[in-house]
């Protein structure tokens, strides 16, 4: 079987995953869920590797929502020092590749063990100057707080006579969420066949296509990637328009 036809002229510029379907994958192994966590880590960097090979832009992988904390104990900690260990382990690789790292969502949340926070810092540093993929990690990221956090900006810059309330516009709402440079996601994808957003970029994925995939995260790859973006090829992006013209 050949790979997927993708468009290369018609990549999406920025793709958001929603890597949903861990749990599923180890339970239906008699697994613990962790091992589902676990087993979808090579999944995110094969479809890293297919990202840049597809010439993606931006991919926002969605790791940890703020409902996430609702979890048993065990597997919240697990989640967060596995992703410390990930970056520990996958940073300079990373690096190598041309890859930016960025974080969006509660970093400074008390609850995200210290360590962690010092693992994203460096992670930003030591690539800070590539742009060959900018891979956004939503880590205790929710839609939601994202727009409280940016309300609370605008009351702050407002009370200080920087702003003035007329002035508050859809322009000034994007210049205060976590990454402003971050350009809208064109294709969002979720794994495992659950159909909802779960607070996955809000405001950012307001002109999004969306991408459904039975296959459950761990078994996912570039070649499923691949074929999610053929799906989004074939959709006609309308922006509020009418049809194109026919006849
Ligand atoms: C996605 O897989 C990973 C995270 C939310 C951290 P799940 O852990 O939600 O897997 P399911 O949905 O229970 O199968
Ligand atoms: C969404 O998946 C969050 C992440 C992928 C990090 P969940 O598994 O937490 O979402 P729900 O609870 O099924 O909506
Ligand atoms: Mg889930």
């Known amino acids: 079987m050949g790979e997927p036809s993708v468009d290369r002229a018609r990549v999406p510029r920025h793709v958001g995953l929603i890597l949903d379907g ?9 697994l613990p869920r962790t091992a589902g966590h676990a087993q979808g880590e090579p999944a995110l960097f094969d479809v890293i590797d297919g990202a840049i090979e597809l010439g993606i832009e931006w991919l926002t992988a969605y790791v940890f ?31 190598a590749k041309g890859v930016r790292i960025h974080f969006i969502g509660e970093k400074d949340d008390p609850r995200v063990p210290d360590e962690l926070r010092e693992e ?46 007329d002035a508050v516009d859809e322009a000034a709402i994007a210049a205060r969420l976590y990454l402003p440079e971050m350009p ?6 979720r794994s495992s066949g659950e159909q909802r957003t779960s607070n996955f970029l809000l ?45």
């Open 203 to 247: 405001w950012e994925a307001a002109y999004a296509e969306y991408v459904f995939s039975p296959v459950l995260w761990p078994d996912f790859d570039r070649r499923v990637l691949a074929e999610c973006i053929v799906e989004y090829q074939q959709r006609e992006r309308r922006f509020g328009g009418a049809e194109d013209a026919i006849g």
């Open 184 to 189: 809208d996601p064109d294709l969002v994808i």
């Open 65 to 95: 929502s703020t409902e996430n904390w609702a979890r048993d104990e065990t597997e919240v900690q697990f989640l967060m020092h596995f992703n410390i260990d990930l970056l520990r382990r996958r940073r300079d690789e990373m690096n």
């Open 22 to 30: 861990n749990g599923r994958w180890a339970n239906a192994r008699g």
């Open 120 to 165: 994203i810092a460096i992670a930003e540093r030591l690539t800070a100057a590539n742009d060959t993929l900018h891979l956004v990690f939503a880590f205790n990221y929710g839609g939601r707080i994202e727009l409280a956090a940016a309300a609370r900006r605008l009351a702050a810059d407002v009370a200080a006579g920087a702003l003035e309330p």
